[in-house]
């Protein structure tokens, strides 16, 4: 048993935790951000880089911490049946409901989209998530090395060729930083964070953790505190990496709005950057990598996804789950990426604030003694407020006034819950709860509520 290991192994396990984070897909957020924000781009930046990677590093360390050997262990803390049902909607965000079919619709817009007429839009993106799609069925029910050694060969490849576009942008920049949009006028740090969760990182962090720490493990590190400096010290190179990019992809995002305009998502604005410094060529190197890049995700996805509600509910088979999975993921693929964002945008509003809380969780358990009554406690007051910034981030999506039995307590939550206005209403509510029960919990009357 070992408990440090050299420079080099955390520099592989660092690589492996940027390629589990880091998608073609997350390229187009940091993007879309840099055109809005405009001259406040460094403000956004920030409050996207916490939500991006901050809260994606606490997920992997979270998971080191708590010993559990999967999310569903984890949040079971709060209730076997709670576990179930969090994990299961989390699967399904990072999965066929969201991040899957965003692979394909991602990988139309900066791959296939430069080459295909607006009048021929539709047409193409069915026609490319179909055999996008199909490919990723068959791979799924086949699993094949390839995949893998593709994957790792294209994380470094999009490394590459994002860090010699973003080099070509400092040297020749597209254009001035413009003015930024109206919703970045004012408070472009909290309008970044929230940004920042579309990424889906800090949720997939809660899955990906595992794969982390058995890496690890089998590195001969088996003590806890061994896992977790050692997941401290590899997540710091997957951060730095990830910083990097991402901030630089913003940069060229607020340099090109002057040149290319302002675009719904941020595909169209990496696919004219290329065509911009490379020509054709630059185009069609950068479109063959991020369709691979997408279509590797996209398997991943779907193969995991299948195999957990396969564990979940053994009479389907995995087949059955993958096939069912795959026609969903074509089906939402083909509402378009800005439709699949946006409409991603309640349920990320929704599921964050529990991710975030159960991790908060599970780094202070020990000081109140792993007491289910705090999970609990804790759990149903964040539950309490996401719900309802679900469905306020609807009704503001779909531009219709607030349902009569939600306008109330809205307004409620603006008067009684501190940064409520910013997406934070939880955070002040919970930190009391945790410290209220903690003591609570110590008073021997209570004793009977520990788990």
């Known amino acids: 048993m070992q408990n440090k290991l050299s420079f080099s192994k955390y520099f592989v396990i660092g690589v492996m935790l940027f390629a589990l984070f880091f998608g073609a897909g997350n390229l187009i957020f940091p993007a879309s951000l840099g055109q809005n924000a405009g001259s406040q781009i460094w403000m956004a930046v920030a409050g996207f880089l916490i939500t991006g990677i901050g809260l994606p590093f606490l997920g992997i360390l979270a998971m ?7 999310l569903q262990e984890l949040s079971s803390r709060v209730h076997p049946i709670y576990g179930v049902i969090f ?20 990988a139309y817009d900066i791959g296939i989209a430069p080459f295909v007429g607006k009048s021929h839009g539709h047409i193409g993106l069915f026609i490319f998530t179909l055999i996008f799609f199909v490919v990723t069925l068959w791979f799924s029910l086949n699993p094949a090395k390839i995949v893998d050694n593709v994957g790792k060969i294209l994380s470094p490849a999009i490394i590459i060729l994002i860090l010699v576009l973003l080099f ?4 020749k920049p597209l254009g001035p930083i413009g003015a930024p949009q109206e919703t970045y006028s004012s408070g472009a740090f909290v309008k970044g964070f929230m940004e920042g969760y579309n990424t889906m990182d800090a949720l997939a962090s809660l899955v990906f953790g595992i794969i982390v720490i058995n890496a690890i493990r089998s590195m001969g590190v088996t003590s806890a505190r061994g896992v977790l400096i050692t ?20 940069y060229l995002g607020a340099t090109s709005t002057g040149r290319f305009g302002l675009f719904d998502t941020g595909g169209p604005v990496l696919g004219k ?44 088979s995995y087949k059955a789950w ?34 975030v809380v159960l991790m908060l969780l599970t780094f202070t358990s020990k000081l109140f003694k792993h007491a289910q009554m705090v ?22 999506l779909l531009n219709i006034e607030y349902f009569s039995w939600l306008a109330p307590i809205i307004e409620f939550y603006n008067r009684a819950l501190p940064f409520y206005e910013d997406g934070l ?7 009391i709860v945790i410290f209220v029960t903690g003591l609570l919990i110590r008073i021997p009357k209570f004793s009977q509520v520990r788990s």
């Open 64 to 70: 080191g911490f708590s010993g559990s050997k999967n």
């Open 168 to 171: 070509m942008v400092i040297v």
């Open 375 to 396: 999970y609990v406690t804790a759990i149903t007051v964040t539950l309490l407020i996401s719900i309802i910034d679900g469905f306020k981030t609807l009704c503001q």
């Open 425 to 431: 209403g939880w955070l002040i509510p919970v930190l």
């Open 273 to 316: 950057a290329a065509y911009y410094y490379f020509g054709t060529l630059g185009t069609l190197m950068l479109s063959v990598i991020i369709i691979l890049a997408c279509l590797t995700t996209s398997i991943g996805l779907v193969t995991a996804c299948g195999e957990y509600f396969h564990s979940l509910l053994p009479k389907l």
């Open 322 to 355: 993958v096939v069912f999975f795959s026609l969903v993921c074509f089906v939402i693929s083909n509402f378009g990426l800005a439709n699949i964002i946006n409409f991603s945008i309640p349920v990320l509003m929704f599921l964050y604030p529990l991710a």
């Open 87 to 106: 994990t299961a909607l989390l699967y399904l965000t990072i999965g066929p409901f969201f991040a899957a079919p965003r692979t394909g619709a991602v």
């Open 231 to 250: 997941s401290a010290k590899s997540g710091l190179v997957a951060v730095v990496f990830l910083g990097i990019i991402y901030a630089g992809v913003a």
